[in-house]
């Protein structure tokens, strides 16, 4: 558990498709440790064994849940005991709902504003004070371009995006300095479990390819990616569009 | 001796089947309270239900009464096997020995021995511990001068190993991995039963001298003494005279002794008389009021006194009769920390003292004793010399600082803390402490490959390491 010279990582949602992609990338370059926490405890041990199978060390695993927030900082703390530290941490949280805006079940967009947002969010605060303690890390942020600007179709789903987005680039900007990193990941459509049954947007993708775009980013010094890179311009477009031209966009 | 039922099953077993049930979501901290983990919890009613819970689980940690004081008996985001569904014994009166499922409590033993002319060699300061928990921290009693530890009486045990078999372990067969078990702090497998060598008694009464002590020097020379092989020292750290307490040397009274059976009531055990409620505030607990506490307690005992006759429950286990008491320190719960020097590092327990009281961290309740040799076992707590516990408010302002300090003291004496009791020690102490620690882990790796045993204590601890 100490004296490890390869990569410790924490991937917080243990089992995302694109947090678990991410790990793989990397563990396709050198030694991961992996350290897998989320809710699910059947789920965790599934993909922990899969990532031993594809190179990783034993991966150690944990029970959260996002919304628990007061159980955040034992879970926390308790990875970083555990571990030693961690190089990396991957915040990979966060639930899709429904996608009908202000017609969504009421408690479904509860959940989504809870967990992407409050829990998402307070498990990215005891991440980054874990890591200022140890002087050194990065934290990868999986974020969306529903955050850059929400439409009516994603109005909840990209609202706690963007308030965790803008969390992570504020505390980023506090963390300056101190050997702290934040690393924020911005893809489109994903293909994954999450976005099954839905129609691909433009520009859809792959956790491969999130996974690929956020390992080549963590070798540079940006603070964010997009996923795929054109989106950046995309949105820099749509961003400024009016609204009446926007709200009609076949998005 | 009238003839009884050879097998006792002293509570109800679980229901034929319920060891089957899938593990359910728990969540469990150790006896001194404090944060709770997250487990998946099953207690199965066999070996065979055991083996069934583990099925698809990576990490797994058998949990007897929960009375570790940190976090030995849990495996956040993993599996605890809850043995007290695996709770029946059997008598061998010709042997003198008793047969014990894990999940069997030492009360719940005592209970059926004494009455048949038996006792256990070896008992805790609580009759609620199970019987695995007694093996796997080696627990030792207010006799260890004497009798050394539990582990000591064990001629052989059962045990469940990651690849799924069960080993019959005896010390006789040189085996180490029996050692390793001893305190092994259920690390090496699932203790499933054992085989415990018992100690003739008339009953369940002793004879307790008690001598009032003005400070540490007077305990150490009171522990000592002449008398008794059951010694153990009451410190009040919280007077003007700190270090003053209140020592007790007592024996098993002898047979026949009328006067003996008439005066003195209550039997080998203790039946809780008051229960702390769930939502206990925490500030009632403070230094104030167990200083006037302890004053009193203080005056009531006896200068001096020579054979008072007491019950032996009475005696052995004073804390059980108020259940769920680390509840009186409120949500954060508390520390126990229990130190062991060797003869010659007296001085240890001097400063650790003086300390405490400059640090204005408050004890409110401080054991000491003697210990006698220690044994084979490699993680096994007890070594010749003092043994310090103190009960400490978790919650207490720079508690976590000091009690680091005290490990380079305790690790820099060739001293150690005991593991059953810790919920905070480092890595690095603990190889400092336990000089066998990598014979141990290399016995542990070689008995579970895959790592299968595994808990918080021995994650944070690095009692249990993963290579690549």
Redesign the interface.
């Known amino acids: 558990m100490i004296q490890w010279d390869g990569t410790r990582v924490l991937l917080v949602g243990g089992s995302s498709e694109i947090g678990l992609a991410i790990v793989r990338r990397i563990a396709s370059e050198r030694p991961v440790r992996p350290y897998l926490l989320g809710r699910d405890g059947a789920r965790l041990a599934g993909a922990a064994t899969a990532l031993e199978r594809s190179g990783c060390a034993r991966a150690e695993l944990d029970l959260v849940d996002a919304e628990d927030l007061d159980s955040h900082a034992a879970a926390i703390a308790r990875a970083f005991e555990r571990s030693g530290g961690f190089e990396l941490v991957v915040l990979a949280v966060g639930v899709l709902g429904a996608q009908q805006g202000l017609d969504a079940d009421p408690a479904q967009a509860a959940e989504v504003m809870r967990v992407n947002f409050a829990g998402c969010g307070s498990l990215l605060l005891h991440c980054l004070r874990a890591l200022r303690g140890q002087g050194r890390g990065t934290v990868v942020v999986l974020s969306s371009v529903a955050a850059e600007r929400p439409r009516a179709g994603n109005a909840i789903y990209g609202a706690a995006k963007a308030g965790l987005d803008a969390l992570a680039q504020g505390l980023a900007d506090g963390t300056a300095g101190s050997g702290v990193r934040v690393l924020v990941v911005r893809p489109g459509f994903v293909r994954t479990r999450m976005t099954a049954g839905l129609a691909p947007a433009p520009m859809a993708t792959t956790p491969e390819q999130v996974a690929e775009a956020t390992v080549t980013a963590l070798g540079g010094r940006a603070n964010t990616v997009w996923v795929p890179g054109r989106l950046r311009y995309v949105f820099a477009v749509l961003r400024h569009l009016p609204r009446p031209l926007y709200r009609r966009l076949p998005l | 001796m009238p003839p009884s039922e050879a097998v006792f099953s002293p509570a109800p077993a679980p229901p034929a089947g319920a060891g089957t049930i899938a593990p359910v979501?728990a969540a469990v901290s150790g006896w001194g309270g404090g944060?709770r983990?997250?487990?998946?919890l099953a207690r199965p009613a066999d070996a065979d239900a055991l083996r069934a819970a583990l099925d698809?689980?990576?990490g797994a940690i058998a949990r007897g009464m929960g009375r570790s004081y940190g976090d030995a008996a849990q495996l956040?985001?993993?599996l605890v096997l809850d043995t007290t569904g695996m709770r029946t014994f059997e008598l061998d009166r010709e042997g003198g020995t008793v047969t014990a499922q894990a999940g069997v409590t030492l009360g719940e033993l005592l209970g059926a021995l004494v009455p048949a002319g038996w006792v256990l060699p070896v008992v805790p300061g609580t009759q609620h511990v199970t019987v695995g928990g007694a093996i796997a921290s080696d627990i030792h009693g207010k006799n260890h001068g004497s009798a050394g530890t539990f582990g000591s009486h064990v001629q052989a045990l059962g045990l469940l190993t990651s690849a799924g078999e069960v080993l019959e372990l005896a010390p006789d067969r040189g085996s180490e991995l029996f050692a390793a078990t001893l305190g092994g702090m259920g690390l090496t497998g699932v203790i499933l039963w054992a085989r415990i060598a018992l100690r003739a008694v008339a009953g369940a009464l002793l004879r307790v001298d008690t001598d009032r002590v003005r400070d540490l020097d007077e305990a150490l020379a009171a522990l000592i003494a002449p008398g008794g092989p059951h010694r153990v020292a009451w410190l009040d750290l919280l007077g003007s005279a700190s270090g003053r307490g209140i020592v007790t040397r007592a024996e098993h009274h002898g047979a026949g002794d009328a006067y003996a059976q008439a005066g003195a009531r209550g039997g080998a055990t203790v039946r809780s008389r008051a229960t702390v409620p769930e939502r206990w505030p925490a500030g009632l607990l403070r230094a104030s009021t167990v200083r006037a506490f302890n004053e009193l307690r203080y005056r009531r005992a006896p200068r001096r006194d020579r054979g008072h006759v007491q019950a032996f429950g009475a005696h052995m286990f004073p804390l059980d009769s108020l259940r769920a008491w680390p509840r009186l320190y409120g949500p954060e719960g508390l520390l126990q920390y229990q130190l062991v020097v060797p003869l010659g590092a007296e001085h240890v327990l001097g400063t650790v003292i003086g300390q405490l009281r400059r640090a204005r961290v408050p004890c409110y309740l401080a054991v000491l004793k003697d210990f006698g040799p220690a044994n084979q076992a490699p993680l096994s707590f007890p070594l010749e010399g003092w043994t310090l516990a103190l009960d400490l408010p978790r919650a207490a302002p720079g508690v976590g600082e000091l009690l680091q300090r005290f490990d380079t003291l305790v690790a820099g004496a060739n001293g150690r803390v005991y593991l059953s009791k810790d919920a905070r020690l480092a890595?690095d102490a603990l190889a400092a402490m336990y000089p066998r620690l990598e014979h141990w882990r290399s016995v542990r790796d070689r008995a579970d490959p895959e790592?299968l045993w595994r808990s918080?204590l021995g994650?944070?601890t690095?009692l249990?390491?993963?290579?690549?």
Not at chain 2, 37 to 40: D, G, L, W
Not at chain 2, 464 to 468: A, G, K, S
Request: glycine fraction near 18%.
């Open positions: 979501r944060p983990a997250p487990v998946m698809g689980h990576r956040a985001g993993g890595p790592r918080d994650l944070r690095g249990i390491r993963d290579e690549r």
